[in-house]
């Protein structure tokens, strides 16, 4: 019996390059469709190098593979629906509209999935912004587009209604109560159609909206951890899921709302290639194959951070220091500021010492 698979991915950034390790270790043959020849999945799979709308090349990459995939959402949803065979994307083309669109998502997870989260309205114009109650803090989101906080503005004062009005009037928008969380925390879920999985609760800590560390396990308590790994196993299973997915969500004092959701690996989850028995990418690649899946076991306390473009010397020195943290470089070829050239992920029987890890590195 030949079980081996070939995989298209769109998308041959980190996430597509380690999704195609985790497929290869499983005896998989991997094709990567993305605009860059020598981007870093190029290094463990064959590439058809086009941009990702392009609607000819994703005929060629559904023609070449039995099951395909994405490493990131903002995809060509239509192009896709039309070169793609009966059940050949199993994540699905209405996932990818949902995570494009906010009013879309928040819709999605407040009506239909039925988890909670901070109160928004749909703004399509700065008229609605019009007797706005300034006792409460607002976050004015465009629907489409934004990433890492861009095509964001914070309202906290009758003054940031000139900025926020100009940002409604440009595009439509979601208006969310601003939440005081005390963290920010992330929950990863598999599925493979009918069945899931899901990771430990991680907690997420950003630096100029960028993810600068994640923590697991998370430190809120056993329950409100019980209640996000449920809450993403509800979305999930509304989904029919396959693949990964992560659930970004706050966590209050006593409660969790979910912010968002990413239809794919993420970045908060590179910690699980070491510190659990199945990375977020095996379970991935289980899932879009429809294969059974594991429960996932935290084998200690972990840290990840990222390695930016202007960490990298520091980041190689500190790992020459310490040769028991795993450091994972990803093979771009250019190290710019704020990009993501890699990670490093310490774990340890210690809770508290591995938390500490990269209180004292300077980057
Ligand atoms: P997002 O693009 O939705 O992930 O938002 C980027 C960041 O803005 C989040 O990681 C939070 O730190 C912050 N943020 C987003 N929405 C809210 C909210 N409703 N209340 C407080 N902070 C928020």
């Known amino acids: 019996m030949n079980s081996s698979k070939t995989i298209g991915i769109i998308g041959g950034g980190q996430l597509g390059q380690m999704m195609a390790i985790s497929a290869i270790y499983m005896g998989h043959k991997v ?57 050949q994307l199993p994540q699905g083309t209405d996932l990818l509209r949902i995570s494009q669109n906010r009013i879309f998502e928040k819709d999605f997870l407040a009506k239909k999935a039925g988890v909670q989260v901070a109160p928004y309205k749909v703004v399509t114009s700065s008229l609605d912004l019009e007797g706005l109650d300034l006792s409460k803090n607002y976050v004015l989101k465009t629907a489409t587009g934004g990433y890492d906080g861009h095509g964001q503005k914070v309202i906290r004062e009758e003054a940031d209604l000139v900025e926020a009005s100009q940002l409604a009037n440009s595009a439509e928008c979601v208006l969310e109560e601003f939440v005081n969380f005390d963290l920010e925390i992330s929950v990863l879920v598999s599925g493979n159609g009918s069945d899931y999985t899901v990771f430990p609760v991680q907690e997420n800590i950003h630096r100029n909206n960028i993810l600068y ?121 250019e190290a710019k500021h704020n990009r993501k050239m890699g990670h490093v992920t310490v774990f340890a029987e210690d809770a508290d010492k591995v938390r500490e890890f990269g209180e004292g590195v300077d980057w």
């Open 213 to 333: 560390k994640t923590i697991v396990p998370a430190r809120i308590s056993d329950q409100l951890a019980e209640k996000a790994r449920s809450m993403a196993v509800q979305i999930a299973k509304k989904l029919h899921l396959s693949g990964t997915l992560c659930v970004e969500m706050f966590a209050t004092a006593d409660d969790i709302l979910v912010n968002e959701i990413a239809p794919r690996p993420h970045n908060s989850g590179h910690y699980s290639i070491e510190a659990c028995d199945f990375s977020q990418f095996d379970t991935h690649i289980l899932g879009v194959l429809g294969a059974p899946l594991p429960q996932i076991r935290l084998h200690a306390p972990a840290v990840m951070l990222n390695v930016l473009g202007q960490h990298m010397e520091a980041a190689q020195a500190y790992v020459a220091e310490n040769p028991s943290v795993h450091l994972h470089l990803y093979g771009k070829v």
């Open 31 to 87: 094709v990567t469709l993305d605009p860059t020849a020598d981007c870093p999945a190029s290094r463990v799979s064959d590439m058809i190098v086009a941009p990702y709308d392009d609607v000819d090349a994703l005929r060629q990459l559904a023609a070449r593979c039995d099951v395909l995939t994405y490493e990131f959402e903002n995809v060509n949803a239509d192009g896709l629906d039309a070169v793609i065979k009966d059940g």
